[in-house]
């Protein structure tokens, strides 16, 4: 029933072809809520607002079905080397 | 301009021939051809069905011709336009600043608020057609949904992300001077 944790990284996978996916359900097992933190070359040069996009469009056949996906990072390689960060507070559904 | 003019008549006219149709064609043979026209296009309308995007059907149809088959819509479509553009600080939400009823909307408002800045804010969850039209105008499929002089920021995930960069602090320096 509704949206896998599979789901959303293949669609993510096949779209950004990303060198680091993390998806985390946050639904509590309905699949409604995902967590999602994407590192991919296709973000280069690209502003947060259009890596969301990027995200959102190859998450869209699956839109209907997910309550709430919460981008915690859109990071290109470059990017994602130097910092580690902590956890960010997780705002729920 | 004139054109302008002309488009919004063409618009208007579009409507109320919809609204009344055959009664209007008989009074005015003048806008009788545009009235098949028009009827034609309502035919291949309803056999899209519930669609939901621009009908685009036929090729032939100049834009101005199209009636919708959504008057209301692009009534509200306007409005989320002027609203975008009359708030230097709007949030589409699901509930109310003071009552979010969503989590993300919560944190977004929460966000803004740190900035002292006034915030025009509309709840999405009360009126289905505002929340269809908003998520049409910017393409955008979850709420909260911010615009911040008259721009789309995004959503909460941005929003805070941009408040930890102190990017936001950037963006909304002149609108918090200004007061307002």
């Known amino acids: ?93 | 301009m004139a054109r302008l003019v002309s488009t919004a008549l063409v618009r208007g006219i579009a409507r109320s021939c919809r609204a009344s149709s055959t009664a209007a064609a008989m009074a005015q043979p003048t806008f009788q051809q545009f009235m098949a026209y028009s009827s034609q296009v309502d035919d291949s309308n309803a056999n899209m069905a519930s669609s939901t995007t621009r009908v685009t059907a036929d090729p032939d149809t100049h834009q101005d011709f199209q009636p919708t088959s959504k008057g209301s819509d692009s009534s509200l479509h306007d409005i989320v336009a002027q609203d975008i553009k009359e708030n230097p600080v709007l949030i589409y939400m699901k509930g109310y600043p003071d009552a979010p009823r969503c989590g993300f909307s919560a944190l977004a408002v929460k966000v803004l608020q740190q900035y002292g800045v006034s915030i025009s804010a509309r709840d999405i969850l009360s009126n289905m057609k505002l929340k269809e039209s908003v998520k049409a105008h910017t393409n955008w499929p979850t709420f909260p949904q911010i615009f911040i002089k008259g721009e789309f920021v995004g959503g909460s995930d941005i929003i805070l992300n941009m408040h930890q960069k102190g990017e936001l602090k950037d963006l909304l320096g002149d609108v918090a001077q200004k007061g307002e």
């Not at chain 1, 994407?38 to 040069?45: T, Y």
């Not at chain 1, 309550?67 to 902590?86: D, G, M, N, R, Y």
């Open chain 1, 1 to 93: 029933m509704g949206v896998t944790k599979e789901d959303v990284e293949s669609a993510i996978a096949a779209a950004l072809s990303p060198s680091h996916l993390v998806v985390t359900d946050t639904s509590g097992g309905c699949g409604a809520s995902y967590e999602i933190e994407v590192v991919s070359e296709k973000f280069e040069g690209k502003r947060l607002l259009e890596r969301h996009r990027l995200v959102n469009t190859a998450l869209a056949p699956h839109m209907a079905e997910i309550h709430a996906v919460s981008i915690k990072k859109a990071l290109t390689p470059a990017q994602a080397q130097p910092q580690p960060e902590p956890a960010a507070d997780k705002p729920q559904a």
